[in-house]
Nanobody, 125 residues
Framework: QLKLVESGGGLVQPGGSLRLSCAAS????????IGWVRQAPGKEREGVSC????????YYADSVKGRFTLSRDNAKNTVYLQMNSLKPEDTAVYYC??????????????????WGQGTQVTVSS
């Protein structure tokens, strides 16, 4: 059974950076599309950064394009989300999701599969 654990959230000032990690256990992530999905209070869930299971292609929501970078380390069975130039509107709980054989766009547009417990990111001065 695939288990995902997110870490790296916290409080950061506007313009700052954070790196989130999603560590997997129970199964290799090699065949999973991975998505970082955020949920802010009163807002709809948003897939912000996702990577395909097949060719490593990535998909970014317009709201984070150019600021967020997703990468995966298959040897460590971990996916990372580097978040730079953070804005107050990036404040949310960030979840990692893994879908078997799913594309990056599919994981961001319609997240499906195994989920982590989430990590809070707060951008505030």
């Amino acid at each position: 059974q695939l288990k995902l654990v997110e870490s790296g959230g916290g409080l950061v000032q506007p313009g700052g950076s954070l790196r989130l990690s999603c560590a997997a256990s129970g199964s290799t992530l090699d065949y999973y599309g991975i998505g970082w999905v955020r949920q802010a209070p009163g807002k709809e869930r948003e897939g912000v950064s996702c990577i395909s299971s097949s060719d490593g292609s990535t998909y970014y929501a317009d709201s984070v394009k150019g600021r967020f970078t997703l990468s995966r380390d298959n040897a460590k069975n971990t996916v990372y989300l580097q978040m730079n130039s953070l804005k107050p509107e990036d404040t949310a709980v960030y979840y990692c999701a893994a879908g078997l054989l799913r594309s990056a766009q599919a994981m961001c547009v319609s997240p499906f599969g195994s989920w982590g417990q989430g990590t809070q990111v707060t951008v505030s001065s």
